[in-house]
């Protein structure tokens, strides 16, 4: 999932102890970086329809850095040098704050505890609870699963006729991550998280819509009614989850993400909390499972309309040889990169790069932007995987993952369920593209997604 506020268009909330945001003075606000000149309800409009364009074209007016200016005095500094990035991400945690930057969307769903939305020692406290559960060694227990659930779900796909592989592919993936977190266990239960989380996504789809009804006593049908249920329903269910994990007896042999979390212990020998432990539960299912599905989409989008690379790819594995799977995988993460953009609030007035950034504004290390540089790549609009076939990408020019102490958890995890579904979905069916041409960039809510869902064509099963 993702990690920034969507739409960076609802006011914000306070600090984390419950400060009022620094106000900027009209002398601050002189030295943001220069940006379009457009009114903010224009950037605004512009930033939410047409994300991309506006990005290139203030790329090519503006150069590595510049401002978008959006309503209610929220103001992005817009960053792609990688050299740059690399000073926002070694930056101190005390002046740039990732978790105030992601809590102004993203806390009503993950809760206060959630590591997304943390700061300093609360956020790495967090982190390190977390991290072992994601462990490498981890991830060979659950390739069987991943394959044995791709499996089910591509012999439920039509032949002949197109579907969306975006849907496809979130089916696989929120079923993967309700199985790694929670283990093999009530298949009841699992079903009822699997629909509410599956609920609470679609809210979410629209968070201007569902924040802008936040407020109003508006009936029970409103976006943020609906929202209000779903989460207290996954509450329920959560909270009864682990009241059994903690009482269960094989909790030490249970090599699941709850019972890691139950058993981790911070630096001073404390266990997490229940409502620590249901809000990572849910930032986990959240961020676990939309992200990985939809580059898993990007990646069949891509290679379906570039038949070389996917001949080459075939033959590859048949060959028993994951380079070149390694290198789509890369490839796809750099040109269509699901999160565009990380965010850090300004706690205090700090320099980056020369230019003076003032408290209050949100610095913004622009993943596509650097992902699309021509100094760094050959071609860089063209899908071409042979760039990275046996090369690692530039360091802060390629972060899909977001970076410093804040990269993603899962980066491992949404690689390794990359690596195990496309060689097993190839393996099934011959597929082909149902659009002439690759889909266009769309945003939903805080991702960048196909415009129509990736749509493709069974041709064949294959024995
Ligand atoms: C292709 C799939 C994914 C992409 C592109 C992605 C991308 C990101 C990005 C850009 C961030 C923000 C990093 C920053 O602020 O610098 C992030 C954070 C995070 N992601 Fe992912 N993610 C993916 C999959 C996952 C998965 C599978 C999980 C968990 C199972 C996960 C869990 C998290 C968590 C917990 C954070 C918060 C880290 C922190 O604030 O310390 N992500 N992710």
């Not at 994601?134 to 039509?158: L, N």
Request: glycine letters at 6%; charged letters at 25%.
């Amino acid at each position: 999932m993702a990690a920034s506020s969507p739409y960076h268009l609802v006011p914000r909330l306070g600090h984390a102890d419950n400060e009022p945001v620094t106000t900027r003075s009209s002398e601050e606000l002189a030295v943001l970086p220069d940006g379009p000149r457009y009114p903010r309800a224009v950037q605004a409009m512009l930033w939410l329809k047409q994300p991309t364009w506006l990005l290139d074209r203030c790329a090519r007016l503006y150069g590595d850095v510049f401002t978008l200016r959006l309503p209610l005095g929220t103001d992005l500094v817009q960053v792609s040098d990688p050299e740059l990035v690399r000073a926002v991400f070694g930056g101190s945690t005390d002046v740039l704050r990732a978790g105030e930057a992601n809590a102004t969307i993203i806390e009503p769903i993950v809760g206060p505890n959630s590591v997304l939305v943390l700061d300093g020692p609360e956020h790495l406290r967090q982190r390190k609870l977390i991290s072992p559960a994601f462990h490498g060694d981890r991830m060979r227990a659950w390739e069987t699963a991943v394959r044995d659930i791709t499996r089910a779900e591509v012999a439920r796909w039509p032949v002949g006729k197109p579907f969306a592989l975006r849907s496809a592919m979130q089916s696989i993936t929120l079923e993967v991550i309700v199985r790694v977190v929670f283990g093999v266990d009530d298949a009841a239960r699992y079903e009822k998280v699997r629909g509410q989380v599956a609920r609470i996504a679609g809210i979410g789809r629209s968070p201007f819509l569902l924040f802008a009804t936040q407020d109003r006593k508006l009936g029970p049908h409103t976006p943020w009614a609906r929202f209000l249920r779903a989460r207290k329903a996954l509450h329920e269910l959560l909270a009864e989850q682990i009241s059994d994990r903690r009482a269960a007896a094989d909790l030490e042999q249970r090599t699941d993400v709850l019972s890691q979390l139950l058993m981790a212990r911070d630096d001073e020998g404390r266990a997490m909390t229940d409502e620590e432990v249901r809000d990572e539960l849910i930032t986990l299912l959240f961020a676990g499972h939309e992200t990985t599905a939809t580059s898993l989409a990007w990646a069949f989008d891509l290679l379906l309309h570039h038949q070389p690379a996917l001949s080459h790819l075939i033959e590859q594995l048949e060959d028993g040889d994951r380079v070149y799977l390694d290198a789509v995988i890369r490839e796809t993460l750099r040109l269509r990169p699901v999160v565009g953009l990380v965010d850090r609030h300004v706690r205090e007035r700090t320099t980056i790069g020369g230019h003076a950034i003032p408290a209050g504004a949100i610095v913004c290390p622009n993943i596509y932007l650097a992902q699309r540089r021509e100094d760094l790549y050959d071609n860089p609009t063209a899908f071409r995987p042979e760039r990275f076939d046996g090369q690692s990408p530039p360091g802060f020019g390629w972060f899909p993952f977001g970076g410093g102490i804040r990269r993603c958890l899962g980066a491992s995890f949404a690689t390794f369920e990359m690596r195990v579904v496309i060689p097993e979905v190839l393996r099934a069916v011959t597929l082909r593209p149902a659009s002439g041409r690759p889909a266009r960039i769309r945003r939903e809510a805080v991702t960048f997604v196909p415009h129509n869902g990736a749509p493709a064509v069974v041709t064949s099963r294959r024995p």
